[in-house]
Structures are given as structure tokens and as C-alpha cells.
């Protein structure tokens, strides 16, 4: 048969539904939306991606799966270990597209690293990310099957308790989709973490700020870095469209109302850049009447970066300050150095086609000419 007149069959990866999707899923095929939680829990809690050992769904439902669904995860391609014992997975996406995914185990808890995008649109100057470009959203099954790779690989040795949606890409321009996949994260019957154990990542995205308020209640990081317009207009380009002061508007948008919570403020400590005593002086003024938590993180270098990472005693010296004033302050620990998983480092492998990098590219060539 000439293969352009054979009927495409449409197969459903069941991983693209949360359990509001599952439930009308099944309904439409009129099954009683229950089932919904059947099959999530022997997909994430029990591990199970065989339809014909989901003992409690009925045989006709089984064949009727088996026909037209799968519960595919992401291949490995590659698996690296880091001599702490953080974990990292290069997960091959279709068409060439990979993401990176990174564990990293601590004292009582164990933190997954998930990837929303492959590449990323946002230009930020000191992540090597930014250097590929944009290719594509992951599609929730991309993003909730990170989880359960890693989840499988890691066996009983080891549980993820935490996921920072921090890898690769600007989690809230792929909204629906890390939206129904941090659901599944949360969900009872599926990996049940707490939202204070589930953290979205942002580099503000002010309008999808506020959706995600309204929608799903997890924690919020944002990524500062400056703590003018100016400076930040240049390490975090989006900050031209949506400037700090719309920007921490809508972080207190978020915590409003819930006396307990707070931002977390990420900060890239670059030497000579952003790391003076009068910017800390700076920031503890800006974020005043917004609850947060600020976490300093030493730049990663990557290859033809400009950037270097502050000294040792700069980082001191300015944690001190905000410290001093009463801010709760941390410095983030460099993980997984060995295996180039730390932040901003994740680069993943992909087929890059921007137009960025093309660019890149012709300016390497006229500076070798
Ligand atoms: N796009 C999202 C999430 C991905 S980046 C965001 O911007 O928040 C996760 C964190 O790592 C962000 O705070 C980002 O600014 C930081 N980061 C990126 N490159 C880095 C580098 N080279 N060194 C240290 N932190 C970096």
C-alpha cells in the first residue's frame, strides 16, 4: 500500500492528561470517570505501563487501551552520576530534541530538576541555555515523564520529594502544559507532593504571573539578578516588556492573602557586575513589602561566557548585608559540577535552529577571518 493513503492511527499518550483531562478522556470514550484514578495510580504510584496488568479496569477497557494508547516515557540517552551523588539524565524528546534532567539528593529530601522547554527564548545573557535558542514546549507527557524516568532509574534508592521546575526553558510560556503536569506532581493518587515541595521558576512572566496565581497553587521563584531597570534590562532581556516594578506587583499578587508564604528571589552572583554592598543595600530597599526568601547562586561558567562568578568573599559580603537586615538568605551549593548539571548549564543536545545561533555562528566565522 502506498503510504500515503494508509490511515494514520492516532495513538494517545496517556501521560498528557492530568486527572481532570483522564476523566473526560474516559468519559468520552463512556467510561465512568473514575477510572481516571485507577490508572494514575498504577502509572505513577505503582510504576506499572503494561495495560493487560491493570487488573482492576475491565478486559474490554484493556483492549480497548491497548489498541489506542500508550504510556510513553522519554528515552535515556545518556545517565551520568556525579561524584556527590547528584544524578543526570539527557532525555531524548523526538526529532532530535533533548532535554536535561537533574536529581540532586540532600540530608531528608531529593530534589528533581525539570525541564519545561527545549532551549528557551529569553536571551538571558549568563545562561548557556539562552545560547541554543528556542525550539519547542515540551508536551506534558515530556515533562511529567522526567519525573517518572528519573523516579524508575532511581528505584527505591533514592525519592524524588521536591521538584524545581528549573531546567531547561521558561516554564510559564509553556503554561497549560507545566500547569497539568505540576498537577499530576501534586496529585494524591499520582506523586503527592506538598505545593510547598513543588516550585515553578520564572524569569517573570508578569500576565502568566497572575494566571498561574489563579490557577495552581505552588511556589514561585523569580529570577532577579539586578536590582535596577537597566541591569536587569541586560541579564534578563524580558525585563523590557514587563520591568521590575510591574513585576514585583504581581509577586505580591501571589502571596497576598497566604501570611505564610514567600517569593523566592534567585540571584546570580556575577563578579563586578551585580554583586556590590550597595546592591544588596538596594535590594533589601526594593523587595520591602514583599515576603521572600532570597537565594544567592554563584554563576556556572560555560564555554565563551564573559561573565565570572564572584569571589568567595564578595558572596560573603553581600549575603551579610541581607542577612543583617533580616532577610532569610541563602547561597545556593553548586551541585554536580563533575557532570556540568549545575545552573545554567544544561544545554541538553538539539538540532539547533535559531536564528541566534546562526548569528553566533557568522560572528565566530568574521572573527576568525
Ligand atoms: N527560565 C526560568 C527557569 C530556568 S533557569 C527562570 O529564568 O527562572 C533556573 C535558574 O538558574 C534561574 O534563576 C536562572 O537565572 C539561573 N541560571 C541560569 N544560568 C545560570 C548560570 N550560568 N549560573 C547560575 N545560575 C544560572
Known amino acids: 500500500m502506498n503510504s500515503a493513503s494508509a490511515p494514520v492511527k492516532q495513538v494517545i499518550n496517556l501521560l498528557d492528561y492530568d486527572r481532570k ?20 495510580k498504577w502509572i505513577y504510584q505503582l510504576g506499572v505501563n503494561d495495560f493487560d496488568q491493570m487488573t482492576n479496569l475491565s478486559k474490554s477497557l484493556r483492549a480497548y487501551l491497548n489498541e489506542h494508547c500508550t504510556i510513553s516515557t522519554p528515552d535515556i540517552v545518556l545517565e551520568q552520576k556525579s561524584t556527590d551523588g547528584t544524578h543526570k539524565w539527557l532525555l531524548q524528546m523526538g ?17 528533581l530538576c525539570v525541564s519545561s522547554q527545549v532551549g528557551c527564548s529569553l536571551a538571558c545573557t549568563f545562561c548557556s541555555t539562552a545560547q541554543q535558542g528556542f525550539n519547542r514546549n515540551l508536551s506534558v507527557a515530556e515533562i511529567i515523564g522526567q519525573v517518572k524516568v528519573a523516579q524508575n532509574r532511581l528505584g527505591d534508592k533514592a525519592k524524588v520529594t521536591n521538584v524545581v521546575m528549573m531546567g ?5 510560556l509553556n503554561f497549560n502544559n507545566v500547569v497539568a503536569a505540576m498537577n499530576l506532581m501534586m496529585d494524591d493518587f499520582a506523586y503527592g507532593l506538598s505545593k510547598r515541595r513543588v516550585t515553578v521558576s520564572t524569569s517573570g512572566i508578569v500576565p502568566a504571573m497572575y494566571r498561574l496565581t489563579e490557577v495552581c497553587d505552588v511556589s514561585l521563584a523569580v529570577s532577579l539578578h539586578a536590582v535596577n ?21 504581581a509577586c ?23 554583586d556590590s554592598v550597595q546592591e544588596a543595600r538596594a535590594l533589601i530597599k526594593l523587595l520591602k513589602d514583599v515576603p521572600s526568601k532570597i537565594n544567592l547562586i554563584p554563576f556556572n561558567p560555560f564555554p565563551n561566557t564573559l561573565y565570572r562568578c564572584s569571589s568567595p568573599e564578595a558572596i560573603e559580603r553581600f549575603r551579610a548585608v541581607l542577612h543583617r537586615a533580616g532577610m532569610v538568605t541563602t547561597v545556593r551549593k553548586t551541585r554536580g559540577e563533575d557532570i556540568d548539571a549545575a545552573c545554567g548549564q544544561l544545554v541538553g543536545k ?15 566565522g568574521e572573527r576568525a577571518a
Open 95 to 111: 526529532c532530535g530534541n533533548r532535554v536535561e534532567t537533574v536529581f540532586i539528593p540532600e540530608s531528608g529530601r531529593g530534589t
Open 168 to 172: 531547561m526553558g521558561e516554564p510559564l
Open 252 to 274: 505580591k499578587d501571589n502571596v497576598a492573602g497566604s501570611p505564610r508564604r514567600r517569593i523566592t528571589f534567585e540571584y546570580v552572583m556575577l563578579d563586578g557586575v551585580n
Open 350 to 364: 538539539v538540532a539547533d535552529k535559531s536564528r541566534r545561533h546562526l548569528r553566533l555562528q557568522k560572528q565566530d
Open 21 to 40: 483531562g483522564l476523566e473526560a478522556f474516559f468519559s468520552e470514550i463512556g467510561e465512568k470517570p473514575f477510572r481516571a484514578v485507577q490508572l494514575i
Open 229 to 249: 531597570d537597566d541591569l536587569r534590562d541586560e541579564l534578563v532581556p524580558i525585563n523590557k516588556k514587563y520591568p521590575l516594578k510591574e513585576l514585583l506587583a
